[in-house]
């Protein structure tokens, strides 16, 4: 799943990439305002953390301008404003969660987990499809209830399976969703994956529909 954190505070911003990037996030960072417009507008994302105290270009304009332009990935709020009017005014503008600073890492992450399961029409944090089963608050993998071991690479491409378990996911969206700008992402680098976790998985699980995509088998 790809995540974006817009914090212009060096220090927080490195805390968000390595606790979201532990939570099985490919994370981009942008401390700007104008660039996080910019990027929140052309790319897609699974989560948006937004400060609203940015440079350039204010957190909150820039929530409105997604909105405006139809943009609808869920976007989690952080805020030094401590008052509640500032709040309401956040969630009318468009966000999907507020979170006051300062704030506990651990929580930020079950809000983000949530706002992502929610997006995607599944509340739960344990998920299921056919004998597949997903712990997503501790990013276990499991068959018939035995417990699989997976990469962070492999279990992200499963729980975006798994979000998106109503349709195929096509190679070209998952390669944007797996792999950050410096990494391999040619379809080759993606059928290995692939290939790992069936064997890992068993048959079954995985399945293809030429043309289409990628799908969890029995959903």
Do not use: C
């Amino acid at each position: 799943m790809r995540a974006l954190a817009v914090e212009d505070d060096p220090r927080i911003a490195g805390d968000l990439q390595s606790a979201l990037t532990a939570a099985g996030f490919r994370v981009e960072v942008t401390g700007d305002g104008e660039d996080a417009w910019f990027l929140g507008d052309t790319e897609d994302y699974d989560l948006v953390v937004l400060d609203l105290g940015l440079p350039s270009l204010d957190g909150l304009a820039v929530l409105k301008r997604w909105r405006a332009n139809g943009r609808t990935m869920p976007v989690l709020v952080l805020t030094a404003r401590g008052t509640w009017q500032e709040r309401v005014e956040g969630i009318e503008a468009g966000a999907d969660d507020y979170l006051p600073k300062p704030f506990r890492m651990e929580e930020l992450i079950a809000r983000a987990r949530a706002l992502v399961r929610r997006t995607g029409g599944h509340a739960a944090a344990f998920q299921e499809a056919g004998d597949l089963s997903l712990d997503t608050n501790r990013m276990g993998v499991a068959i018939r209830g035995v417990q699989v071991q997976v990469t962070a690479l492999e279990y992200r491409l499963l729980a975006y399976l798994m979000l998106h378990r109503d349709r195929p996911v096509p190679p070209s969206e998952l390669l944007e969703h797996l792999y950050g700008d410096d990494d391999a992402r040619e379809a080759n680098a993606l059928e290995a994956v692939i290939a790992r976790l069936r064997r890992k998985l068993g048959a079954g699980i995985i399945g293809t529909r030429r043309g289409f995509g990628y799908f969890l088998e029995a959903t």
